[in-house]
């Protein structure tokens, strides 16, 4: 596969060439444990997969019945793309199953990627992951997951609402990412005028000492990894890294509202409102859902007996003034159309100062969006590549890449990266201050079992550790890569 057939990068023409040392050449880091992988589907789901595991250096292979998507992303991207039936098994072997590390189901039918699953297993893929919408399959599937030859089931709708719950849980958090299974988070606020940490240096802050560390800054259009001698400023966007309690209480004392969206207010009643409905309803809160379709209300009232649901147009500024949407906590904007999505939320803005979400598929809106400071922008599609891309990651723990988990943030400008340190490390056992590290980059938290460390200079990182690294640098796939070779 290393000199596979693919489309040019650039000009979309066929070219015979050595795949690995043409990404090595555009200057795209490699993870030490390059993975072959078919993915079955060219729609929106498939082609945000597609991106997100070509920018890890992936070897990729994307099969779908439409010529035009098969070739819309060989064009963009340096994959293979084969028009074809990816259920079906000759199409399979030219896609090079037989090789093939992982096969990803992402077309728009749940039963035609559980079918192409199956068969890539009966073609010799080692790994299969099924792209699952319909809520009855997906309740189901682990019954059979096994039977099914499948390593993971995912669903877009799902994913997002587990998203979007996590920021509704805390009202004032414009993003949150966790690691080492939830006991830390890295919460993204932004800093109020008035705050008792404005104007001043990150030393001379002592609520920050041992038990909570700022370890990125969002200024305008610039993206800060700061030291001690930063001074924060009023506006600056912050991310936060901390245990989730002690997080709550020092946003208490900068006067940022940070408490959980009570009274919620969903605008449409598609899948994602279904199952985001759900969850905030397990964990307390009062929802209220406006959707349209009268007949996709008497379905919700039916599946979702504690909620509220209002049949209207989501657009009707006065139905949703009579609907309270001023008094809210949290209102999500999840209708069909992203125009509506967008102009409601604008709206919205002006009416309450409940956390507004607003959900978008069409990533090409994100440029016109950035200067309308929305709350929180969520994509659907693009959340189930991210998810995926971990997925993978974890894979390729034990061939070569110890990255257990990784999130991009501040528009992918920088990552946050967790590794889990082997014996023999290199930095294991070195004050951190001795540490020859890279510049733009901080060691953030240790996980030393179950202990949460924010590291200070004289702490020692220790074998066996799980270590949270934020770094501007892109394709770090080991520890060792944080240090400098200068």
Same mark, same amino acid.
């Given at each position: ?15 015979? $060439? ?143 609402? $587990? ?28 800093? *109020? ?32 990894? *700061? ?152 994509? *659907? ?64 938290? $240790? ?40």
């Amino acid at each position: 596969m290393d000199s596979a057939v693919f489309y040019g990068f650039f000009t979309g023409v066929k070219t015979d $060439i050595n795949k690995n040392s043409y990404i090595r050449d555009l200057g795209i880091s490699l993870c030490e444990a390059v993975m072959r992988i078919i993915i079955v589907g060219c729609g929106k789901v498939g082609s945000s997969i597609a991106y997100e595991l070509n920018s890890e250096g992936h070897e990729i292979v994307v099969v779908d019945t439409k010529q035009d998507a098969v070739q819309n992303l060989s064009d963009s991207l340096d994959v293979m793309g084969i028009e074809g039936n990816g259920a079906i098994y000759e199409t399979l072997v030219e896609a090079g199953a037989e090789t093939a590390d992982l096969l990803i189901a992402a077309t728009a039918l749940d039963e035609i990627n559980i079918y192409a699953c199956l068969m890539a297993k009966a073609a010799g893929v080692k790994h299969t992951i099924a792209r699952v919408r319909n809520p009855e399959y997906a309740n189901d599937l682990f019954r059979v997951k096994d039977q099914l030859g499948l390593s993971m089931a995912i669903n877009p709708e799902l994913t997002a609402a $587990i998203e979007i719950s996590r920021l509704l849980r805390f009202s004032g958090a414009l993003e949150i990412d966790s690691f080492s299974k939830g006991i830390v988070e890295i919460i993204k606020v932004s800093i *109020p005028e008035g705050s008792s940490i404005s104007n001043r240096k990150l030393s001379e802050i002592d609520i920050l000492k041992g038990k909570v560390r700022i370890c990125s800054v969002e200024r305008g259009s610039e993206v800060y990894i *700061p030291n001690g001698d930063f001074k924060l400023m009023s506006g600056d966007k912050i991310s936060v890294v901390s245990k989730p309690e002690t997080a709550a209480k020092f946003f208490k004392r900068i006067n940022v509202a940070i408490g959980k969206s009570r009274d919620v207010i969903l605008l449409g009643g598609g899948k994602i409102s279904y199952y985001l409905a759900k969850t905030l309803i397990k964990s307390g809160a009062n929802v209220k859902i406006i959707e349209k379709n009268d007949g996709r209300c008497r379905e919700l009232a039916d599946a979702l007996p504690d909620a509220v649901i209002i049949q209207g147009d989501c657009m009707d500024q006065n139905l949703l003034l009579s609907e309270g949407i001023e008094h809210a906590n949290g209102v999500a904007a999840l209708m069909d159309y992203d125009e509506e999505n967008i102009l409601i939320s604008m709206y919205l803005k002006s009416m309450t100062k409940a956390k507004i979400i607003t959900k978008i598929n069409n990533a090409s809106f994100d440029a016109i969006l950035s200067n309308q400071h929305f709350d929180c922008i969520i994509h *659907p599609k693009s959340l189930t590549g991210e998810y995926i891309a971990r997925y993978i990651r974890a894979m390729q723990n034990s061939a070569g890449s110890n990255v257990e988990t990784l999130y991009r943030l501040s528009d992918d400008r920088v990552e946050a990266l967790e590794f889990r340190v082997r014996n023999g490390s290199k930095v294991a056992g070195i004050p951190i201050k001795n540490l020859n590290l890279k510049d733009n980059l901080q060691i953030i938290c $240790i996980n030393r079992r179950g202990k949460i460390i924010l590291p200070q200079g004289s702490d020692v990182i220790m074998p066996d550790d799980m270590v949270v690294v934020i770094t501007m640098h892109k394709g770090l796939s080991t520890l060792e890569d944080i240090l400098s070779r200068h």
